[in-house]
């Protein structure tokens, strides 16, 4: 029996020390620039393993990094922990119930974003030269591999990127949620699917027909048997008054060992099993956005950065480096997405102004695309100078979003969101206690203002586009809102809670400053200008404080008032 040594406890210490901190670092520097810290922790393997640190200081790189099996093990080990855990936060993410709502719009930016791009890549790596494939009989698997690497989405990446631009709680940004939802539903499953073709291709038709069947019958199961266990779970765990979020911290990592268990049993790799065990805790209502956030920064903190690291420490990056395989890979995965994201919106007929900002938001491949190339790795069925372009292509598709999706949001015309503000509905001592009465009390002074509304009418539906998607963001903060048909032009109506109201607020915060919002139904661009102008003036901190020390409606009004028309002259 082989045991570990004092030794090696010792050097996997120090590894985790060099490779936890270093990211830290890198990343808190490219999160200053509003870059994901994915990069940052493939640059640090990329420092740290034979690409630069075993190149240039091979002795020093062999003391840290030794090549012996049971050291290469437990880093190995500690990083597929971290591949585990985020396709678990990823499925979290994922609201497939509203996703299903808008089937309408989601499903086809969907289906088509996902189609468009996998038929572009398909057809393109077939006709790839045969030295660039481990092995020519496989090229149909290996074209599959592929095109499903460059077709499925980055959800975290896109998610983040809406929530630096203020776009997270728009119409726009439920829109492009939902349609990633299914895209990432979709992708995996296909995937999946292909990976399981792939290491079953012995074992005849017979066989992988039931390795699909089961596939298919257990994703069904969990979306929706399943879903509802999980919500049932959680509920009552809320309401034997269970310590809180480590109770449910603890359900959702039991729910993903369990389905990447069967998962892999069924001979479909464990990786699908914790993403479709994110999507059904996902689903809790019971689950709050405080204990999402708990989870999702446990496991971008501690658990990816060993995932995305350990690849800069298995491949030398220089060594296989091939120009024409990194752009390959790049153009035809982002202008796949891209493409595939365009059919899709105009397919759902989507307002010309969103248009460009959601085919724009698929085209990240970021850290899913990883996670197919690394598996295609471990399964040699791509090189390593594939891989490493798949790695390349990636990172150059996060790098472009945000400014990309940021130059969308510019070009759209500005306007002045005081024209929508009347000091009449600015309330300096909301009475409600809860959210549902605030939003009530908000929309009876829209209608003492307007006075041509229904004031039960409004209320409904705001209430119906929150219970879709909740509207608080961090710091006290709530943007209510939904489109009303008979609307002539945007209302906005604004409520301060001295006590607080509970909002279900991502940092667990009491919501204080309330923003009701309407605006006219066929028009999507309004909404995005208001909601990023308002959410930009919160951000300033004396603003905010400003707002919570004044002593009546009129000397909040006169904050906003300065603060809005000091917006308005920056943005012109």
Known sequence: MNYLTEHNIFIFLVQIFLLLGLSRVFGEILRFWKQPTLTAEIFVGVLLGPTILGRFFPALHQGIFPADIPQRVMLETVGWLGAFFLLLETGLEIDFSSAWRQRGEALKIALIGIIVPMLLAFSLCFLLPEHYLVDPQQKIIFALFMATAMAISAMPVVARALHD?????????????????????????????????????????????????ATIGFTTLCLTVGRNFANSVILKMKQARMPEPSSSL??????????GAVTQKLGIHALFGFFIAGIMAGEAKALSERTRQVISQMVFAVFVPFFFTGIGLRVDFLKNFDPFLVAFVTVVGVTGRFLGGWLGVVAA?????????????????????????????????????????????????????????????????????????????????????????????????????????????????????????GTAIEEGIALPHARIRQLVKPIIAFGRSPVGIEWDSPDGKLTQCIFLILTPHEDDDIQVQILRAIATIMNNKETAEGILQAISSEDIWSLLHKSLTSLWVIRK
């Open 165 to 213: 631009l203020h776009l997270s709680k728009t119409d726009l940004g439920f829109l492009i949620m939902s349609a990633f939802s299914v895209n990432d539903i979709v992708g995996w499953l296909i995937f999946t699917l292909v990976l399981g073709l792939f290491m079953h291709v012995d074992m005849g038709l017979f066989k992988n027909l039931l390795i699909f069947s």
């Open 250 to 259: 603890t359900f959702i990592c039991l729910l993903g060992l369990l389905c």
């Open 349 to 469: 007929k989507v307002s010309r102004a969103n248009r460009l900002s959601v085919a724009i938001a698929h085209t990240p491949g970021g850290a899913m695309e990883i996670v197919i190339g690394v598996l295609a790795l471990q399964y040699h069925l791509i090189t390593e100078a594939m891989f490493i372009a798949i790695v390349c292509g990636a990172i150059i598709s996060v790098v472009i979003l945000g400014p990309w999706l940021s130059y969308s949001i510019r070009r759209r015309k500005e306007v002045s969101v005081l024209e929508f503000f009347s000091r009449r509905t600015v309330m300096a001592q909301l009475k409600s206690a809860d959210r549902d009465h605030a939003i009530r009390e908000l929309c009876e002074v829209v209608v003492e203002e307007e006075g041509m509304y229904d004031a039960d009418n409004l209320t409904e539906a705001v209430l119906q586009r929150e219970n879709i998607m």
